[in-house]
């Protein structure tokens, strides 16, 4: 994904001590890592979207709370092998999780209502 990183060293400066070139590189850096999670996060909401209409297919309820339990444990691990804060960890997964949540819900109205569109799973293909 390429990215302009002129962007930040052509902003224009606020009056006042001249910006570190080395802050100016750290934001590039920055800006490039914003963008990588953002389109991972979009890729994450494109699973989710189809875990929601399998769900709303399947009777499932929108949210999960034993793999919630899971996903948590498993980020708290690895946040804090990361040197990353885990209770930091928890709030930012529970905060994608409850944007995903609302889609699941969004998605099983409209289910409900027989509007759900995209291609749907053949039911009872085993039974
Ligand atoms: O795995 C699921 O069952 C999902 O619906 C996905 C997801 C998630 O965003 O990771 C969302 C809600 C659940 O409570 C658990 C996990």
Do not use: C, W
Not at 51 to 69: H, N, Q, T, Y
Not at 93 to 121: Q, W
């Amino acid at each position: 994904m390429p990215q302009n990183t002129d962007d930040v060293a052509r902003a224009p400066q606020a009056a006042g001590p001249a910006m570190p070139r080395e802050i100016l590189d750290l934001r590039a850096s920055i800006d490039n890592i914003d963008s990588a999670l953002v389109h991972l996060l979009a890729e994450r909401f494109k699973m989710t979207r189809r875990v929601g209409e399998l769900k709303a297919v399947g009777g499932l309820p929108p949210a999960d709370p034993s793999r919630d339990r899971q996903q948590i444990d498993r980020l708290k691990r690895i946040a804090g092998g990361a040197g990353l804060d885990p209770e930091f960890a928890e709030q930012f997964r529970d905060f994608i999780v409850s944007e995903v949540i609302r889609h699941h819900e969004h998605i099983a109205a409209e289910h409900a209502a027989g509007r759900l569109a995209g291609e749907l799973p053949p039911l009872d293909t085993y039974s």
